[in-house]
């Protein structure tokens, strides 16, 4: 499940960055929003609002910063946000699986709080309408 989720917030940060800032940095478990990607607090918004749009209500990322201290903040990692969704999403798929009455599979519908993820194409005409980023400097 990590790799997927890996994958999906790297998706999300291409969108948010642009792909030209991400392709000098490979996206892994170890890279940190701070350090390395240099997200800014309206970067982290536009993540947190992406989360949203994906996972449901449950992955409140504003909610899981606030749990943090300044400092852990800073030097917070991609495998730490993947983490955190893995497990509200396994505990999300544990409780619809616990609702569904015992050797049934849940209804299609109990999965309609997880959205699809958005199509390759409508993220990159949002990246093509995006403007370019400014040279770090």
């Known amino acids: 499940m990590a790799p997927d989720i890996l994958a999906e917030i790297t998706s999300m940060l291409v969108e948010i960055v642009g792909d030209e800032y991400l392709l000098a940095e490979e996206v892994t478990m170890d890279t940190t929003f701070n350090q390395d990607l240099a997200l800014e607090s309206v970067e ?9 749009h994906r996972y449901g209500a ?5 909610g899981f910063l606030a749990e943090k201290d300044m400092d852990a ?8 946000l993947v983490t955190h969704i893995g497990r509200i ?7 619809t699986a616990a609702a ?3 050797g049934t599979q849940a209804p299609a519908s109990a999965a309609g709080s ?15 309408s995006a403007p370019a980023p400014a040279p770090a400097g």
């Open 44 to 52: 982290f918004v536009a993540l947190a609002e992406l989360l949203h």
């Open 58 to 62: 449950d992955v409140d990322l504003m």
């Open 73 to 80: 903040i800073l030097a917070m990692s991609v495998g730490e």
């Open 89 to 95: 999403t396994h505990a999300s798929l544990a409780r």
């Open 100 to 102: 569904s009455p015992a």
């Open 114 to 128: 997880v959205p699809a993820p958005v199509p390759a194409s409508a993220a990159a005409s949002v990246r093509a």
